[in-house]
């Protein structure tokens, strides 16, 4: 499956932004769904995940309260609203599938775990 990324942008701090992550095919739906994200320097860091019937989330302590993963089944697409946005929320961030039927959060919050990758998209936050 081809993932495609995109709505990162610059925006100040305490703004909001929506990513949206769009699957090449209907299979989907039947995929957990990360979003990771990597700032210059660091390693790639976990911030959200959905289960593939969309009834249960993961969230990063640093986002949880201020970002919401949800997904629509219609359009192949799973989106991240991100809100109260901080500058320490800059980074490329990154929409992932994962295959397996299994959503624990030991699993999704690791990037490894997850077998298709978007091409990332640039979240710019400024002070």
């Known amino acids: 499956v081809q993932l495609q990324a995109s709505g990162g942008g610059l925006v100040q701090a305490g703004g909001s932004l929506r990513l949206s992550c769009a699957a090449s095919e209907r299979a989907f739906s039947r995929y957990n769904m990360g979003w990771f994200r990597q700032a210059p320097g660091k390693e790639r860091e976990f911030v959200a995940a959905i289960r593939w019937s969309g009834d249960s989330t993961f969230y990063a302590d640093s986002v949880k309260g201020r970002f919401a993963i949800s997904r629509d089944h219609s359009k192949n697409t799973v989106y991240l609203q991100m809100n109260s946005l901080k500058p320490e929320d800059t980074a490329v961030y990154y929409c992932?599938?994962?295959?397996?039927?299994?959503?624990?959060?030991?699993?999704?919050?690791?990037?490894?775990?997850?077998?298709?990758w978007g091409q990332g998209t640039q979240v710019t936050v400024s002070s």
């Open positions: 992932a599938a994962d295959t397996s039927p299994l959503f624990l959060l030991e699993l999704v919050k690791n990037h490894r775990t997850y077998e298709y």
